[in-house]
């Protein structure tokens, strides 16, 4: 085809039909045909072979046409040709955000940069692909946050958007591209730009005009506010196979809150209740997930927990919006990756909405939301089954069902041998007057596994006990043990501690100097003493084995791990995944396992 024009009108026609590959064939054809200056002069061609070559993704074959025939990209030129070329550019940098070719993005940028002032801008011709342009820019933050927002700072400068009123109304219409900006301030770390942005174009998240998309990105720029200013808290572990309740540990009157938040913090809290309700849950997009579970572990991860903040957060969502699905957590443990899969939602909200009920005293909706429990979630983690049993149990302890507590306790037990569940039966027998089955039972619990410091109200009961033996001596030391725990935690010491031991430490000759180990060794041997030696025994499976060393590793039926020698077997070979009964003991060295002994299978 020699003649221009009707070239020029073939490839308008195929244009208009779209049909992208017949045009890169059709200009292939005649490339030698046409000089530079008859297909540069026309816009409208020049546009189409371009498009052309975009739509195909022949990239480089379209910046090689521009420039080969010498296609000028400035000011001057026609607004459909600088257009079709910036497009071509937004189409580059997309292929190049794909690949992740770093270092070709910053080029690409650079180019963007210069071409951005050729364009018109006060003509709304360019704003749909100002708006993807921006877009495209922010997507950069799934390489690279930080650099991402300076590309985004760097093109708002360049287009001059602080005073351009009409790209301003654009993009606050864009829920897509403003919210993608305001989840890339949050992941980026640039948490102030995100809430100044959003303030600079008068946005209120809470008018209660505004979309559920942006809402849910604005959810994630707390998200990211909140996970930077608690970096000690990871939400992508499972918890700690342990009911957080612990009435009288960390909720027992006798400790001072000491937690102060700042303004800016509080203010933050706030927001974080006010989004909660405006979030849906529909895709795994949403923040809601993700911004719930953080926020509950950090308020449960704290010493002195703010159960109200937590029964806040609670009662801010919908439970309706949370679902049953499970996420799988890869993380790794003592050099080895463990793959372990998370309590749903609805679970997690469950056993937060129960705890903090029962820490505030409202035992009547504890117990409904615990029983509720069993009839939503299918299947239970971390031994919650276990956990909502005993709030139910101590639920009815408190309208005083002591029988009725007892037996749900001593249920649960059977499957969680935990020395508080045997405290807490043992307070039980004492509030029934039944002495000797309660100071039996604090024995047990005071032998069994468990973080000295957090049994100093255990000790306490026991000395009084042994004071209505008569036994002061050793009353006085449980007394004594339970006041230097609190010493070294720097616990508030109860008024009732300090009368019982002013009343009996006249008559006492013991070193009041005396560390808190040293006096729990002592006592040791002495509970040891009074209960026969089979009185406590557990079962489990041999999960490890060191052949030349002759010793090996067995995990309970309550997940604890206990260390033992092949001496202490009562048969010939430990195998992996035997089952076996036995008893246990405390090491004696901080931080060791418990040793397991008098091992038997039972199989």
């Not at 209660?208 to 998309?213: D, E, H, R």
């Not at 909140?226 to 939400?235: A, C, F, P």
């Not at 004071?467 to 109860?494: C, E, M, V, W």
């Amino acid at each position: 085809m020699k003649d221009i024009d009707a070239f020029d009108k073939y490839i308008t026609e195929l244009a208009k039909d779209k049909k992208y590959p017949n045009i890169v064939v059709s200009f292939k054809n005649t490339v030698g045909d046409f000089s530079s200056d008859e297909v540069s002069s026309r816009k409208h061609l020049v546009k189409n072979i371009i498009d052309a070559h975009r739509h195909e993704k022949l990239f480089n074959e379209a910046f090689s046409f521009v420039k080969e025939y010498g296609i000028s990209i400035e000011t001057s030129q026609h607004k459909a040709v600088l257009s079709s070329y910036a497009w071509l550019v937004y189409a580059k940098l997309d292929d190049f955000i794909k690949t992740e070719k770093t270092d070709e993005i910053d080029i690409i940028i650079k180019n963007i940069l210069s071409l951005l002032p050729c364009l018109n801008l006060s003509d709304d011709y360019y704003d749909l692909l100002l708006m993807r342009l921006i877009g495209k820019i922010v997507e950069i933050g799934r390489l690279d946050p930080s650099i991402a927002v300076n590309y985004v700072f760097e093109i708002l400068k360049v287009i001059g958007f602080r005073k351009n009123t009409r790209l301003k109304e654009k993009l606050k219409k864009d829920d897509f591209v403003l919210g993608s900006m305001i989840r890339l301030f949050g992941k980026s770390g640039y948490f102030d730009y995100g809430f100044k942005f959003l303030k600079f174009l008068q946005i209120d998240i809470f008018a209660g005009n505004v979309s559920v998309n942006l809402a849910n990105d604005y959810g994630w720029l707390l998200y990211y506010w909140v996970k930077e200013e608690n970096k000690h808290v990871s939400d992508d572990i499972p918890e700690d196979d342990l009911d957080t309740v612990f009435s009288d540990l960390e909720n027992e009157r006798w400790k001072e809150s000491k937690e102060s938040d700042s303004h800016s913090k509080d203010e933050i809290f706030e927001q974080i209740l006010r989004i909660f309700p405006l979030l849906k849950n529909d895709s795994k997009y949403s923040s809601l997930s993700r911004l719930f579970n953080l926020c509950l572990r950090i308020e449960k991860g704290k010493a002195n927990k703010n159960w109200k903040k937590i029964l806040a957060i609670v009662t801010a969502i919908d439970v309706n919006l949370l679902t049953l699905d499970c996420r799988t957590s890869v993380f790794e443990k003592n050099g080895k990756e463990r793959r372990v899969e998370l309590a749903s939602d609805k679970e997690s909200w469950y056993s937060a909405y129960s705890n903090a009920l029962y820490q505030t005293e409202d035992y009547v909706n504890c117990l409904n939301v615990c029983q509720d429990a069993y009839e939503v979630i299918p299947r239970f983690h971390y031994n919650n089954e276990i956990w909502f049993a005993r709030r139910i149990a101590l639920c009815k302890r408190s309208f005083g069902n002591i029988d009725d507590a007892i037996f749900e306790l001593e249920k649960i037990v059977k499957q969680k041998k935990e020395w508080f569940i045997q405290k807490e039966i043992a307070e039980l027998y004492y509030e029934k007057g039944d002495y000797k089955i309660a100071k039996e039972m604090l024995i047990v619990a005071a032998l069994n596994r468990g973080d000295l410091e957090k049994k100093d109200a255990l000790f306490f009961l026991l000395g009084k006990l042994f004071i209505q033996d008569g036994n002061t001596g050793i009353a006085y030391k449980h007394f004594l043990l339970s006041l230097k725990i609190r010493q070294d935690q720097q616990f508030r010491i109860p008024q009732e501690l300090k009368q019982s031991l002013e009343q009996l430490s006249g008559a006492m000759l013991i070193d009041q100097d005396v560390d808190a180990f040293r006096l729990y060794k002592e006592l040791l041997s002495f509970w040891k003493s009074l209960l026969p030696r089979n009185n406590v025994s557990y079962q489990g499976k041999i999960f490890r084995v060191i052949n030349e060393k002759e010793i090996g590793f067995i995990k309970g039926d309550d997940n604890q791990e206990f260390f033992f020698r092949y001496k202490d077997l009562k048969f010939k070979q430990p195998i992996v995944g035997m089952k076996v009964k036995y008893k246990t003991r405390d090491s004696r060295q901080e931080g060791k396992h418990w040793i397991a002994f008098d091992i038997h299978p039972t199989n």
